[in-house]
């Protein structure tokens, strides 16, 4: 195609100013694409923080509704009253099935029966308390890394005694083997053994939780038939709400997407790639505006050559189209040379580690950007040489050779 | 229907701006023949360009009526008279106005494009043909800065002949040259136009250059005073 030539011809002639336009286009890519990665391991590292260590979807009972103990008549005096049953727990019952059913989605990874309660750590006249998570043997690394946190004992359920964090053992002054006493807030009491001491991200954690086989915990908590929830972990901590509002259409339960129970961090997240697509779609503006003027430019400093085409019967459409192809291949050459840098630097940046061995960066290569980026600059950079193109189509030869 | 190429009748141009109106061309009547060469000559400012861009359709003329090669122009839309251009007409300015990225060969290709489909393997041969005939084949892949004035000149000529124009438009064309490339410039029309078949309109302030072709149009006060048909000439140095 004879316009591409031209075109091509054309760039090609102004060398360092094509030179220049190209740079700056890709390094508006390369900032782009930096940044996607940048605003996409940010998130990343968010999510796996938050998510890493809790269900991603959580099955619970339906929610029991507040009601008045008593429903009397307020010029009523109510002499006595007896609750019809205090021990009654909502629970779930048919666990089996609901773990079968869970297990069948295909974002699942894993799925575990929990039995959860408050109780304390009693030690002489030292008390905490924490938070008691019952679980199947075989489940306790599903929903939070517990064995690869081990820094004292096993990590073994089976035992029967307690997995605590390194926080608790310390203000208990407890050791793998101490025996201590566990005290529900169901009344259930046992004199039960640490076996194993984790070291946990969060200090909350570390000092609040403690790990013991669900069989005692049912016992402990008074949960004979059933369980508190159902507890998913997903491949994908992201394709949370989905499962969730999915499993909530097939059951009568109380089913939660982890990111309902962390509203502020999904707001963080919005709000930091919201900033981030901003400052993108700014960037790339700047990139086509440079396209733009350039062209512009070149359309007065060819105004004789032009007029000249037309003088000779090539058609407006032939003259703008050698423009647009100018702008198409300048968002072509500046994508290119952008991506590739993009990718290095990413690389690099996402490579860096601090003193500590950790990686200083939270970078998470992002393949839409990478589409979007391509695409946005060659069809934008042609876009911006619609201006010139319709300057340039529109100079009359007159102009030129009358 | 007469059998001149162009012909005009009455034609009148008339600039306007504002409240102000200059006529420039005040009703010329003009019949050119097939094949022939016709100066243009005429004191600056007497409508000598503004005739010559008219007759190139590159302005339309206020009234009066156009024909070339039997087809009236008036009333044509800017497409129509930009592929009429494109394939009936040819130009040669004052400067060249080669194009400064293109080869030689580029820029004498470089009208074939204009036509629906583009440049074929025969307008291709074309060029390779025409600057072969302009003298100018060893200097094919030059750019124009590589070339003499004289030269770039022979290449417009090229260029202004690939499509097969029946009528050449020449503003001046050795107006730029020294007397030596100039006679070599008119011999070259003279050539092309004997071989092609081509009619040529010169526009021109050199005695010598209109002395050179058989028909002269005299343009004072906008109005061809003067149509003077003469002898064919036998030598460049001859005068008229």
Known sequence: MFALKVAWRYLLSTRLQTGLLVVGGALGVVIFLVLAALAKGLAVTLTDAVSGSIPH?????????????????????????????????????????????????????????????????????????????????????????????????????????????????????????????????????????????????????????????????????????????????????????????????????????????????????????????????????????????????????????????????????????????????????????????????????????????????????????????????????????????????????????? | MSTSLVQVRDLVKTFRQGELTTPVLRGIDLDLPAGTRAALVGPSGSGKSTLLTILGTLQRPTSGRLEIDGRSLIGLTERELTAFRNARLGFVFQFHHLLPDFTAWENVLFPAFGRAGGATRADKERADELLDKVGLAHRRDFLPGQLSGGQKQRVAIARALINRPNLVLADEPTGNLDREAAAQVMTLIEEIGRSEGTAFVLSTHDAEIASRCPITFRIEAGTIRQTVAAAPLTSPAASP
């Open chain 1, 57 to 402: 979807v959580t099955i619970e009972p339906p929610q029991v509704r507040a009601r008045p103990f008593v429903d009397a008549p307020a010029d009523s005096v109510v002499q006595a009253a007896t609750p019809l049953s205090s021990t009654v727990r909502a629970q779930i019952r048919n666990v089996p099935a609901l773990l079968s059913l869970a297990r069948a989605q295909p974002e699942v990874k894993g799925a575990t029966a929990r039995v959860l309660g408050s109780a304390f750590l009693v030690r002489g006249e030292s008390r905490a308390a924490i938070t008691v998570q019952g679980l199947e043997t075989t489940d306790l690394d599903l929903i939070a890394p517990v064995t690869k946190k081990l820094v004292a004992g096993e990590a073994d359920l089976s035992r029967g005694g307690l997995i605590i964090g390194q926080t608790l053992a310390k203000d208990l002054e407890l050791r793998v083997g101490s025996t201590i006493l566990l005290r529900t807030d169901r009344g259930g009491e046992r004199l039960t053994r640490v076996d194993g001491i984790y070291k946990a991200d969060e200090e909350g954690q570390d000092r609040g939780n403690a790990y013991l086989v669900i069989s005692v915990a049912r016992a402990l908590f008074d949960l004979p038939g059933g369980v508190d929830e159902i507890s998913l972990k997903l491949h994908d901590a992201n394709a949370a709400p989905a499962v969730a509002r999915r499993l909530r259409g097939a059951l009568a339960l109380r089913v939660t997407a982890w990111q309902e129970r962390n509203p502020l961090l999904a707001a963080i997240i919005l709000s930091q790639t919201t900033q981030t697509n901003i400052i993108q779609a700014f960037t790339l503006l700047t990139v086509l505006v440079g396209v733009a003027s350039a062209l512009l430019l070149s359309t007065y400093r060819r105004r004789g050559e032009i007029g000249v085409m037309r003088s000779f019967g090539l058609s407006r459409g032939f003259v703008a189209t050698v423009f647009v192809f100018q702008g198409t291949i300048l968002g072509v050459l500046s994508s290119a040379l952008g991506v590739t840098g993009g990718w290095f630097l990413t690389n690099w940046l996402g490579s860096i580690k601090t003193n500590t061995g950790d990686l200083l960066l939270p970078i998470s290569q992002d393949g839409a950007a990478y589409a979007i980026v391509v695409v946005a600059t060659i069809t934008g950079s042609a876009v911006a040489a619609v201006i010139p193109a319709r300057s340039a189509s529109s100079i009359d030869p007159l102009e030129v050779v009358g």
